[in-house]
């Protein structure tokens, strides 16, 4: 069991306990940073999971708010040491996106709306290379392999035979006419995405240039959803430097009724099929006549 154990999604949760506790006692993150001699910036991120909590931490902090239930505070510790296990993702090295990668793993929904390239859960591994290198031009052969791997071990969500992540794409008709790699990458990718897109529990939309503006215009974002209650729906946000995570109930409530937006302006789930299908087509032409 403890192998199985997502560090990530235990600090959130653990997070989340703490804060309760804290409101309870009706005390502000800066009158709990003043009794301890923290900075408040530092109880803001052991409750929001960004940081690492010790088991030292929650021994103090359940002092501060007078917690007496010996249960409570051995079930807190256990989290709190759960919570400072490694991933299967550590493995790879630091991954500046580790965070999103321990809540993807442990979605049960996901929605994304991406404006440029294929999702990458949907990505074959020649494709995700080439997008990689791109993105990333003074990364080393080695760095990019090790990118690919990583986006690969996280696809094995949506073909896990027992639990398999529920995603819906969104994908603006641009990240089809985008060139990633030769003509053969991009052919072998379209049709990778319609074969996925026939799972009963992956669904794909293209989002075409016709429809003109639309409410993803901002950039790409992804909604995650998880099968425990007492975790919060998250709204990622990619950024170059640092991402961003929302969970406030009217960030996820706007994003939310964006995407709707979104699905409902795009092509439905057959007719995305039948569209990628004529680009997968074209590429495989081009390829033919050397161009």
Request: charged share 25%; net charge negative.
């Amino acid at each position: 069991m403890v192998a199985n154990v997502n560090p990530t999604v235990r600090r959130r949760r653990l997070g989340s306990e703490l804060r309760k506790l804290r409101e309870q006692k009706g005390m502000t993150a800066e009158e709990v940073a003043a009794r301890l001699l923290v900075s408040q910036s530092k109880i803001s991120r052991l409750e929001n999971g960004r940081r690492s909590i010790s088991q030292r931490d929650v021994r103090d902090l359940c002092g501060v708010y007078g917690v007496e239930d010996v249960r409570i505070v051995e079930s807190l510790m256990q989290m709190a040491k759960e919570s400072r296990q490694q991933g299967w993702w550590h493995a790879f090295g630091d991954i500046p996106y580790s965070v999103y990668i321990g809540l993807e793993t442990e979605a049960a929904s996901l929605r994304v709306f991406e404006p440029q390239v294929v999702p990458g859960l949907l990505q074959t591994p020649a494709y995700a290379a080439a997008m990689i290198a791109g993105n990333l031009p003074e990364a080393t052969a080695e760095q990019v392999d090790k990118r690919v791997n990583v986006r690969m071990r996280r696809q094995e969500r949506i073909t896990d035979p027992d639990s398999p992540l529920r995603m819906w794409a969104v994908v603006d008709e641009a990240a089809l006419c985008r060139r990633v790699g030769d003509d053969q990458v991009m052919h072998e990718q379209l049709v990778r995405l319609v074969e996925m897109s026939h799972l009963p529990h992956v669904t794909v939309q293209v989002l075409p240039f016709e429809v003109g503006a639309h409410p993803g215009l901002s950039g790409q974002f992804a909604v995650l959803e998880f099968a425990d209650t007492t975790d919060a729906t998250v709204v990622y946000l990619e950024g170059v430097n640092s991402d961003l995570y929302l969970e406030k109930d009217t960030d996820v409530q706007a994003y939310s009724v964006m995407y709707e937006h979104l699905r409902a302006q795009a092509l439905s789930a057959e007719q995305t099929r039948a569209f990628i299908t004529d680009a997968a087509a074209r590429y495989a032409e081009q390829q033919g006549s050397g161009e």
